[in-house]
């Protein structure tokens, strides 16, 4: 069945009606006695109707005919993810991969990441690194194969060798306060203490709570930083000690397990749009017009 996207493109129609017969332009007025003799081009052809069928489907283009075929319901089960990665120098260190202890942590990481970022099929994920300074290295995305391209290119150092951890949480904090997602939250992973952040934690803590954003904090050591414990509790995120590859691994699964909440079902209604039939005809009837105008 046709309807119109914009239906109240005709009410135009009574403009043009009311300058048809209001709006004329005022002309001077000759006699001419034999006036019967001259032929009429109107026996020829009507451009009065012509006028008004050029107009009649120009306003039914305007008001763009649709067929509604199709009404889908698009499930979204993802949600807005910012992982915080930390490429200071400390990421040199080896031995943290079990299975081969020849690989530095950074490698380990990366590739751990990497395969979290697969399994996140339907969110928005955004990539932040952080050593002296902190950088952006993704926007928010769905393109999840450009995220691990970037990752590739990503190095150790590439933003300095200190620990701008806290400094990080506020840009991915900023990332993530005008996402309209029902679920927002941050991964960050660092193998240290902070080192170089200027922004301190009852801020961190403050918008969080603010913006709604959960904070997961995975540290690469054997002791825990209360630091990092308390901004996860506070912001009902999760705090983590990973001691090796495998143990990491375990943790990007758990926080993949956790995160997961069903948003509401878009509806998306598909159309097929016809006004270029009317529009078509419309601008042949427009060069008839013309033509006959200045002829006859």
């Not at 305007?62 to 993810?81: E, H, M, Q, R, Y």
Request: glycine content about 2%; some cysteine; charged content about 20%.
């Amino acid at each position: 069945m046709f309807e119109f996207e914009y239906p109240y493109v005709f009410f135009l129609i009574f403009i043009f009606i009311f300058c048809e017969y209001y709006c004329k332009e005022k002309s001077s007025a000759f006699y001419f006695p034999q006036i019967n003799m001259l032929e009429k081009s109107s026996s020829f052809f009507n451009l009065k109707i012509l006028k008004y069928l050029i107009l009649v489907l120009t306003l039914l283009a305007l008001a763009s005919p649709i067929k509604k075929l199709n009404t889908v319901f698009i499930k979204n089960d993802g949600i807005d993810i910012v992982l915080s990665l930390d490429t200071s120098y400390s990421m040199k260190q080896r031995g943290f991969n079990i299975n081969n202890p020849d690989e530095n942590r950074w490698m380990v990481i990366s590739s751990i990441v990497k395969d979290f970022i697969q399994k996140r099929l339907n969110d928005n994920i955004a990539l932040v690194v952080f050593g002296s300074s902190v950088m952006t290295a993704s926007p928010l995305s769905f393109d999840k194969n450009a995220q691990m391209d970037i990752l590739s290119y990503l190095d150790i150092g590439i933003v300095g060798n200190k620990t701008a951890m806290f400094d990080s949480l506020a840009s991915a904090i900023n990332i993530l306060k005008s996402s309209k997602s029902k679920s927002k939250i941050i991964v960050l992973l660092s193998d240290g203490e902070d080192t170089a952040s200027k922004i301190p934690i009852s801020i961190i803590i403050k918008l969080a709570k603010k913006h709604k954003i959960k904070i997961y904090t995975i540290l690469i050591s054997n002791y825990k930083i209360p630091a990092l414990e308390n901004i996860s509790k506070q912001s009902k995120g999760k705090s983590y000690l990973a001691t090796n590859s495998l143990i990491l691994e375990k943790i990007y699964e758990d926080i993949n397990y956790l995160e997961k909440s069903s948003l509401n079902k878009n509806k998306v209604v598909l159309k097929e749009y016809y006004y270029f039939y009317p529009l078509f005809f419309s601008i042949l009837m427009l060069f008839f017009f013309l033509i006959i105008k200045n002829r006859f």
